[in-house]
């Protein structure tokens, strides 16, 4: 990867601890899930936010623009993604920063890559973007494509990039195996029509009724019955596992997927 890490940054010089350029070293980075998500549901993330990555202690982390492109005024301050590149940087911020620049510089290249994996691994399921956003409308577009050349797989992603989505739906692009959550982080959306696919009412803290029933787990038959089919067999619920905190999360995690 294409990572300049700066030794000498701390709070004075305001030099960034990680930056970043593209050359043929700038490869796609895509993980294998992680322990809330559950293994085999692949994805890759992109840098978080809009400004700088900055740590408590005044240090610039990477001073490299994020991908959110502003949808949200509050966000970057409760943002999950932005506190855990934070804590994890020295592990997550260089792919982030490689997947960033590709998606901004090469995106050709990007796609051509997530093909190459497609191809040669098995992937059951796949969320663009755990941390970050689509950068703009060709993104989204360009992977609503690319999910319909890839039936056998499930996609799914939170966006709050509400325009893209509603864009995407006037034009039908929107594969069958594509889920768009629209989340809701720090403002309710009453004014548009859609908002079927919103996943929280009451400003982000309440599931959306309308999603419930939608989806259930293949460890049950939809009557509620064993199926004899385990997690590990599975691999298709992004929260499988649901964090090991009670039954009531795991069915809320499963409706709304």
């Known amino acids: 990867m294409a990572i300049i890490k700066n030794a000498n940054a701390n709070a004075e010089n305001g030099l960034p601890m990680y930056t970043g350029y593209i050359d043929e070293t700038t490869h796609i980075h895509i993980i294998d899930g ?43 301050k409760i943002c999950y993604a932005r506190n855990y590149s934070k804590k994890n940087h020295r592990g997550v911020i260089p792919a ?51 999910i319909a050349k890839h039936k056998e797989t499930q996609f799914y992603c939170y966006t709050e990039a509400e325009e893209y989505v509603d864009r995407a739906e006037d034009e039908g692009i929107i594969p069958d195996n594509f889920i768009v959550w629209i989340s809701c982080c720090d403002k309710l959306r009453e004014s548009n029509p859609r908002n079927h696919r919103l996943v929280y009412l009451d400003n982000g803290k309440n599931p959306n009724p309308a999603f419930k029933g939608m989806f259930h787990c293949p460890k049950n038959t939809p009557e509620g019955k064993k199926s004899g089919v385990t997690c590990s067999m599975c691999k298709t619920c992004p929260y499988g596992k649901a964090g090991g905190k009670g039954k009531e999360i795991r069915e809320l995690a499963i409706w709304m997927h």
């Open 34 to 76: 992680n322990s809330e998500m559950g293994k085999g549901i692949y994805n890759y993330s992109t840098l978080a936010g809009n400004s700088a990555l900055i740590k408590k202690d005044g240090i610039v982390i990477t001073d490299i623009e994020g991908t959110c492109g502003h949808h949200c005024a509050n966000c970057e």
């Open 96 to 146: 982030y920063i490689d997947n960033t620049l590709l998606l901004r510089g090469d995106r050709d290249k990007f796609f051509k890559e997530l093909e190459d994996f497609f191809h040669y691994n098995m992937v059951g399921c796949f969320r663009p973007h755990v941390s970050g956003e689509f950068i703009d409308y060709d993104h989204f577009e360009r992977m609503c494509k690319f």
